[in-house]
C-alpha cells in the first residue's frame, strides 16, 4: 500500500512540474483594444449651415425680447393675515391663515388673482412681523 501511495505522489509531483513548465513558457495575454476608442465620429456643422437635424424647411427665427409689463407693487394690510397660534419654543412657529409656518419662512398670499410671496421676518409674544412687497406689517394675535 505505501509503493501505491508513493507512487501516486510521484505522478502527481510530475504532472504538476510539467504543468507549470508550460505554463511559464506562455506569454501573457495582450489586452485588445476596444472597438469603440478606435473609430470615434465627430459631428461638425458650419455656424451658417441648416442643422440636419431640423425638420425641412424649418427656419431659426431671432430671439424677440419679451414686452415688459408695468409691475404693480402691492401693499400688505394687517387684515390680510390672521395669526390664531403662536408658540416660542426654541422653534418659533406660527399659524397664520390656518397654516403654521416658521420664523424666515415665506408664505404665498392671495391677493384677487395674484399671489405674492411674504417672508415671516420675527415670531415674538403675541405679534408677528410679516415682509411683503417692499413693506413690513405687524399683525397681532387674535384674542378669543
Known amino acids: 500500500?505505501?509503493?501505491l501511495i508513493v507512487a501516486q505522489i510521484v505522478f502527481i509531483a510530475s504532472l504538476l512540474s510539467a504543468l507549470g513548465a508550460g505554463a511559464k513558457e506562455k506569454p501573457a495575454p495582450q489586452p485588445k483594444a476596444s472597438p469603440l476608442s478606435a473609430n470615434k465620429s465627430t459631428f461638425k456643422v458650419a455656424s451658417d449651415a441648416r442643422n440636419p437635424f431640423w425638420p425641412i424647411g424649418w427656419v431659426?427665427?431671432?430671439?424677440?425680447?419679451p414686452a415688459e409689463q408695468p409691475r404693480m407693487t402691492t401693499i400688505i394690510r394687517a387684515d390680510q393675515f390672521s395669526?390664531?397660534?403662536?408658540s416660542l419654543n426654541p422653534l418659533r412657529v406660527v399659524v397664520v391663515n390656518g397654516r403654521d409656518y416658521a420664523e424666515g419662512d415665506v408664505m404665498k398670499l392671495?391677493?384677487?388673482?395674484s399671489t405674492i410671496p411674504v417672508?415671516?421676518?420675527k415670531v415674538s409674544d403675541g405679534e408677528v412681523v410679516f415682509r411683503g412687497e417692499g413693506n413690513e406689517v405687524i399683525v397681532?394675535?387674535?384674542?378669543r
Open 1 to 3: 500500500m505505501k509503493k
Open 60 to 65: 431659426r427665427q431671432a430671439p424677440t425680447a
Open 83 to 86: 395669526v390664531t397660534s403662536i
Open 110 to 113: 392671495a391677493i384677487g388673482q
Open 119 to 121: 417672508q415671516i421676518i
Open 140 to 143: 397681532k394675535i387674535k384674542n
